[in-house]
């Protein structure tokens, strides 16, 4: 089991952990952190230090933060050598959702992260591209309107 900590610009973290609870249930182990643009760096780190000291205690914790590079990012990059906790950036809903339906799992942590990030990356489809599949697919199953196999 592991805690989710996710760090925004602005509303997107809340709004994360609210839509993916409203899929994969919410048991209290995510977290959101927003940043505004009256947010000053020194309050944000030590309110990202203190929450993840919190979620430690309570076992391992992943991080996401919405872009590479931005204030949150570097906030929490800036800890990682004081604190001992997974950090990905560039959070999707997918790959919220998997991590929330991993995250009451036993099994081990580094694998629940690599399959949330594959399955996040499976999930974003050019849809004109996907339509010209299913398209191609039907000529070939000669009229049949079976969507392609997602899996």
Known sequence: MF????????????????????VGGHDGRAHAIEIDRDTKKEHLKEQIRKKIT????LGAVVVLTDIPLGTPFNTVLSLMGELDFIHLTGMNLSMVIELFLASGDEGPLEEAVRGAIAGAKEKILH???FLSQVRNQAEEDEGSSTLPDMD
Request: glycine share 8%; proline share 4%; aromatic share 0%.
């Open 3 to 22: 805690s989710i900590l996710l760090i925004s610009h602005g509303p997107l973290a809340q709004a994360m952990v609210k839509s993916a609870g409203m």
């Open 54 to 57: 919190e979620l430690l205690a």
């Open 127 to 129: 849809v004109n591209d």
